[in-house]
């Protein structure tokens, strides 16, 4: 598996400092992208340049990065997203871990229904509206039946001809996962996302993953850098 590292924070608008932290603390080895927390362009190109299967941030804007990467080697990818926010806030022209679904989006990278969105709790009014469209799974389904919405978002992704996978660690209920920015109440046990995450794997065009939120600074007793550490194996 080729990790590439992405120690990127200026994205998370001030509120996840330390989460450019998380690369080192979750993988020996892999390949280091040069970011520029001052220049977000400039980052975001760099991201887009790397190859690899397993991408490990930073903050959730550096999906934007590595997605527009991934595009240019398929013609119809799909996104899955395991995240408590659906992240398409309307910010600023910059890309940030709030909007920047809402960006791939206008800015003609990835269409509506090639994206699935799971674990989602907390909606703003703009949001709700802009996510129509979309593949939503909210955690309240999850609690129902977990295993349908598994299979639903499995039988989905087979209209992709090539599926990225992107984990934002707050989508864990924070009693397992506190090392992150946002902590959002009733969300997924670790055994509930590892499920998930092990079908996922199964799938022959999933071609790329990446891991992003994680913040040692802000973690307790190392939980949920060793929370980071199982999902990377489930790839490995």
Do not use: W
């Amino acid at each position: 598996m080729h990790i590439v590292k992405v120690p990127y924070f200026r994205g998370s608008l001030g509120k996840n400092i330390g989460c450019e932290k998380a690369p080192d603390f979750l993988a020996e080895n892999g390949e280091l992208v040069l970011v520029n927390q001052n220049n977000v362009d400039e980052t975001m190109k760099a991201i887009a340049e790397m190859k690899g299967d397993f991408f490990i941030g930073g903050d959730h804007s550096i999906t934007y990065g590595s997605f527009n990467g991934f595009t240019r080697s398929y013609k119809n990818p799909g996104l899955i997203v395991f995240d408590a926010h659906p992240d398409a806030e309307v910010t600023s022209n910059s890309v940030t871990h709030e909007d920047f679904l809402r960006k791939l989006v206008e800015d003609g990278v990835l269409k509506k229904e090639n994206i699935i969105l799971i674990g989602i709790r907390a909606i703003s009014k703009n949001e709700k509206e802009f996510i129509k469209g979309m593949h939503v799974f909210t955690m309240e389904q999850l609690f129902r039946n977990e295993e349908e919405v598994c299979d639903s978002l499995m039988e989905i992704s087979q209209s992709f001809d090539a599926v990225y996978l992107s984990v934002d660690i707050d989508v864990l209920d924070p009693a397992f996962a506190p090392g992150t920015g946002y902590l959002e109440p009733g969300g997924l046990s670790v055994s509930e996302l590892l499920y998930f995450l092990r079908r996922l794997r199964n799938l022959r065009h999933l071609k790329r993953v990446d891991l992003v939120e994680i913040n040692p600074d802000k973690d307790l007793n190392g939980m949920t850098i060793n929370i980071g550490k199982k999902i990377l194996e489930v790839f490995e």
